[in-house]
């Protein structure tokens, strides 16, 4: 069994990014920029947000933080949206999920311009991605068809399994590797009997939140295992696959933490550069 390590190949991707920046400072050009808005003070986005900001600050990528009061009117939120729209420094927008519960997040969403979405949640990014017209790639997703990728394994012809239907996760999750030539299913809580199909998967994608959801006589012998989860559990962080028995069974598998979280992390990083190549 193999370990998928995101966190080794986030430090590459990061390392990558840095050098990108660096030859632009020597060049004398503009540095990328990322602009972040946190509105409300949810501890949880608060710490998402102060992670962005520090891998932005250790590859070269300036970030700009927009931290709002929880009673920010959407009128006022929209406003802001408006102005880095149109701030030509910078490159990629970010609204922090969730908003607080007065604020609508898929006009939010979809108010920042589709050129600067490096988050890839609006419309019409899904769509590109539905037509395989190019376009950002949602982080989470995308951060795991990389380490796929990275790992050299082979997606076409393969039966794909992903647990969740999530905009952000499970939907984008399944194009993209129907893209890739997968024989896709996606579960979800609707899903009459999981593990008749969890069994049949080559690769499983497991992002419901759910702790211990995947249990091992869920998993084909040989399995490639990816857990999207970040679940809490004896206050512990762990994801949806009941890790130790399931690794036994899996040829690869993603360890909870340092297998998809990082990658998605340093998929952002990637989204902005290239919002600040295609300027
Ligand atoms: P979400 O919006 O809550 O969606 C969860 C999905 O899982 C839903 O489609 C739900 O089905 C399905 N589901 C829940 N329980 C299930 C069950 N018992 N059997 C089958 N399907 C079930 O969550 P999300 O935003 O997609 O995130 C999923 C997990 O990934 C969370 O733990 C989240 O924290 C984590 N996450 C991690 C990263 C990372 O970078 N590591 C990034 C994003 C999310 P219904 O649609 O029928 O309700």
Do not use: W
Request: net charge neutral; glycine share 8%; aromatic share 4%.
């Amino acid at each position: 069994m193999t370990i998928l390590d995101g966190k080794a190949l986030a430090a590459k991707i990061k390392e990558q990014t840095a050098k990108t920046t660096a030859k632009l400072a020597a060049e004398g050009k503009r540095q990328p920029c990322l602009a972040v808005v946190l509105v409300g003070e949810d501890p949880a986005s608060q710490i998402y947000v102060r992670n962005k900001h520090n891998d932005c600050v250790t590859t070269g990528i300036k970030s700009l933080m927009h931290t709002l009061p929880a009673d920010t009117s959407e009128v006022d939120l929209l406003n802001l949206i408006d102005s880095l729209n149109a701030d030509d420094t910078v490159d990629g927008i970010l609204v922090q999920l969730p908003l607080p519960k007065h604020l609508d997040e898929k006009k939010v969403t979809e108010h920042i311009s589709a050129s600067k979405d490096v988050d890839a949640f609006s419309a019409y990014n899904v769509g590109k991605i539905t037509l395989g017209r190019g376009g950002f790639k949602p982080c989470t997703p995308a951060g795991i068809m990389r380490l796929l990728e990275e790992y050299g394994i082979e997606i076409a012809g393969k039966e794909c399994v992903v647990v969740g239907r999530s905009n952000i996760v499970g939907k984008p999750m399944a194009l993209l590797l129907l893209a890739a030539g997968g024989t896709v299913t996606v579960c979800h809580t609707k899903t009459a009997d999981l593990a008749y199909h969890t069994r049949r998967a080559d690769i499983l994608i497991a992002a419901a939140g759910r702790a211990d959801l995947i249990k091992d006589d869920m998993v084909k012998e040989g399995a490639v295992i990816v857990d999207v989860g970040m679940n809490r559990k004896d206050g512990k962080l762990c994801g949806d696959v009941d890790y130790e028995k399931c690794a036994a069974k899996a040829s690869y598998i993603t360890p909870v933490p340092g297998g998809v979280g990082p990658m998605t992390r340093a998929m952002l990083l990637e989204n902005t550069i290239t919002a600040y190549e295609n300027h």
